[in-house]
Structure formats: C-alpha cells, structure tokens
C-alpha cells in the first residue's frame, strides 16, 4: 500500500465554502464512486489555515490520479470547487499534485 500527503492552496475568502462542500453529505456520489474506484483506499483533507492537506491511500498512486483525470465528473468537480482555491491537480501532468516530503514514517510499532 502506498501513502502520500500533498497540499493545495485555498483562497482565504473560499474556506467556508470549500470545506461545506466537502462535509458528508455534499460531495456528489460520482465524485465518491469515482474516488473508490480509482483504487484510493484512503483520502483525508485537513485544513491549516488556508490550506487544504490531503492524505491519501492507494495500491498505486499514481494510476489513482490517472483514472481520476479520465472521468467525465472530475473536470466538474474541479469547475465547482475552482473558486475556493488557488490550486487544483493538474491530472493532464506526470505528477498530478505536489507531494510533501515523509521525513517520518512509524506503523507496526516499528520505524520505516
């Protein structure tokens, strides 16, 4: 299993509205099934100030986002949240987001 952690800019006047789309409930079925069906076992967004801090979980990253580029609902998606942030993931590049760096990793009870 892979896991990585990338950020993306929320413009500060578009937090409110950034985060009520994301609340259970709101984010469309599309986008859900969308998301499980790209292989992502895992998918966390937490706010710091104005940004938005994703954690992800897949098998193979990389052609999570590949599929994700593919679908129909993501360039909705994208359009819809477009104005509350200052990013978005460049599915058409070879690294849809920019990912932080894992300067610790403890699972298992043991460092990796």
């Known amino acids: 299993m892979e896991s990585s952690c990338f950020y993306m800019k929320i413009k500060p006047e578009g937090i409110k509205g950034y985060v009520d789309i994301h609340k259970k ?13 790209a292989g ?3 998918m966390k967004i937490y706010m710091l100030d104005n940004n938005a801090i994703c ?4 098998e ?7 599929y994700l580029g593919k679908q129909p609902g993501t360039p909705k998606w994208n359009e819809a949240t477009s104005a509350f942030m200052d990013t978005q993931p460049d599915y058409g590049s070879d690294e849809a987001v920019k990912t932080l ?6 699972e298992d009870g043991v460092q990796k």
């Open 55 to 58: 954690y992800i979980e897949s």
């Open 60 to 66: 193979n990253i990389e052609k999570a986002f590949e």
């Open 101 to 106: 760096e894992c300067v610790f990793d403890f």
């Open 25 to 37: 409930g709101n984010v469309w079925n599309e986008v859900l099934k969308n998301i499980k069906n």
């Open 40 to 42: 992502f076992e895992k």
